[in-house]
């Protein structure tokens, strides 16, 4: 439900809020030339433009600070605004030009956004970023997958006659990443050994948009075509004769050779519409949408070397196929308002996912045929849910809510595997999963600047997919809110419990986020901002593996796989403005995990309990303060400098990495208004 | 935490946002990773931020994949259960505890239902 959606939301958003404090540079909120902007040409002119050197000094762990922060070294635009308004609002071309950048000239973090319209007429948005990407990947990977890629992002929007009752939308969307990569492959065979291999890595995502929409008479009709291309062009190969990653010894079987080329293209052509309609007792909306997606493939790895019994292999795979995704949602919602203190909203929606694949897989093996066949898998899910949700207005402060949610969720599958010439068979299965939920919740407004919310969700399902999905959960959400002229605070409380048991294993997670923040204009040279959360997570699953020395390897099945986490987030900022010329920025961010608050690694009865022990947490920090000022020489220009820490630590590393650095970073630059 | 729960997304989501940028893992595969087209990213990542690696909801792979992956009975598509490791993975060789070393496809696999290529 909505409730345990925007729960979910917030809960997954606190790590990225904690981690997210404004970075250095470049300056903000530091006006320069002049206040009303200059008039030319029957436009009114406001821009500046900020120049500067970017340095960084990095001790610890290079990769894991390329990978978090990434700042480097050079000159900058380290930021700019344009912003050109017609004088009356009717030029010939634009009414409206805005154009901001930030980070130009090799910041890990590029980006720049145009907006142009005229009256009437038209308008025209345009996004661009530029993001470099480093993941050293060593606790999942020991290292061996690495990713130093650049990903680039570009929208293009363009509406017609904008304030007219019928408007046409276009629009065009790119994304790519690429660049090199170290990947890992297992030859050759299902116990074999793994090697590195090196990756160049090309993706490519295009998408054209064109639709309108109509507005009348409390009617809104919105028709949108989408065509959606993808492609992956990713190459796998070696360069040289390459040992196991992991067990070099005495296992000697080593990778002479491999390239591997496996070209995708894929596209999914979709149909949007919606449909709105207002009267005064009610409301309708409804909308629609089909994507069909497909993909076509081709593969060819070949691979040369030593196995680990010592025998020279070469083995080459052929394959080919299709995959299809044919997507189909709907959903159809009415609001009714019988009174003023009441409405009612209902609901319902129903998608249909079926994903189909095949292939045809020819595995040669020292130049021998060693098998071929014929692959089909289907993996169909329907949802349909209803739900609804009644609101009453109590008193003009008091008003509440409630609602229940009813889904019916089928999954099916077919899986088949035969032989060229030999028909499929077909294993089917078939699974249904309900959920029934309930919430509830307030608004009060006991005092003209307090506002308090309240709501909570209960839900039970009967056959969760997964053991770690949902079964039988609650949702808690609070908060509340002060105001008043210069002063704002607000604070809350959210909890998310889970518990699925069934026959084998038990899965148990509460996750529970407290939060308090306040803001604070104190003068009008100064100002204070604070913030703190805190974010307990506690996880129990019940798991089996085999473990134990290689010669009395056996299956441990009453174990468990615990996580704890009290994640600790602290954000405080000041800004002081000395007098006219001199502007203060002062801030700092503290993240910190203290797990479950061991000080130490205790030894365990044996090596299987001390390996699930060492990561049930990971208690970590990562600060950043910074301090900027800026300087202004005259009406038109500014000069600024900023410095800013971050240093990360790990208490006690996983898996034998410890990945703690500190870095020193900071810029100077000159903000200019030409 | 429990990861999100799909059957009480609205039917509208047709698409994980996630795969518009992650091209790679889009599919339509023809061995698809079920729990990731039934349950969403959110069964296996903290896709608006995390401290573990790769935003992962635990800070190693495999108590994430294990947590499934233990014999269950009830669950998986042919309602026999998502499938325990084999007994060749012994956990304390270190290959084992990095379950995507091997298992490099995890998202999805054109060509190996167990997902190494």
Known sequence: MALLRNFKLMLMFVPALLCGQETV???KDAPVGPAGGQDAGGYNVVQSWEFGYRFATVGGDQEKYRSDVNFGNGIRLLGSSLTVNSQGGRAKWFDELTLTTQGLGNDPYESAALRVGKNRLYEYDMTWRQNAYFNPGLVTSAGEHVMNTTYRWQDHDVTLLPQNWFRVHAGYSRVTQDGPALATQQEFDSTGDIFPVFRNVRDQYNEYRLGGDIRAHGLKLTILRRWEYFREDTLDSTTSTETGVLNPAPDASTLTRFSRTQPYKGQTPTWFGNLYFERKLFTIDARLTYAAGRGAFVQNELAAGIDRFGTAQN??????????RPVTAGDFNITILPESRFNLVTGVSVSDTRTNGSNIYEQFDNATLSFATLDFQFLGIRLLTSSTVARYRFTRAFNMFAGFRYSDREVRSIEDSTSPGFPFSGTVAEQVNLLRAGSAGFNWTPLRNLWVHGEAEIGRTNNPFTP???????AIRSKVRYRRRSLSMSAGYQENYNNNSIAITAYSSR?????????WAARRWVSFDAAYSKLHLDTI???AFFAGPASAVSLFSNLQSVYISNLHALNLNVKLSLG????L???????KDTGDGRGSLAAQPNAVTQLLYNVQSYPLSYQTPLARVSWRLNERLRFNVGYQYYGYHEEFGLLGYNQGYRANTGYTSLLWSF | MGGENATAKPAFDTEQPCLRCHIDKRGPFVFEHASVRVEGCTACHYSHGSTNTRLLRRP???????ECHNGAGTFGRENSGVFATSNSHNLLDPRYQRCTMCHVRIHGSNSDPTFLR
Do not use: K, W
Not at chain 1, 315 to 324: K, L, P, V, Y
Not at chain 1, 468 to 474: A, K
Not at chain 1, 580 to 583: E, M, N, P, V
């Open chain 1, 315 to 324: 083995r080459q795979i052929a394959m080919s196929g299709t995959g299809n």
């Open chain 1, 511 to 519: 996750s529970r986020s407290y939060s308090a923040e306040g803001s």
């Open chain 1, 25 to 27: 540079a470049p300056t």
């Open chain 1, 585 to 591: 920025y002062l801030g700092y961010s503290l993240t």
């Open chain 1, 468 to 474: 770690i999905s949902l079964r039988n959960y609650q």
């Open chain 1, 580 to 583: 006219r010329r001199a502007d």
């Open chain 1, 541 to 543: 699953g019940g798991i």
């Open chain 2, 60 to 66: 190693v792979v495999f108590t994430l994949c294990l």
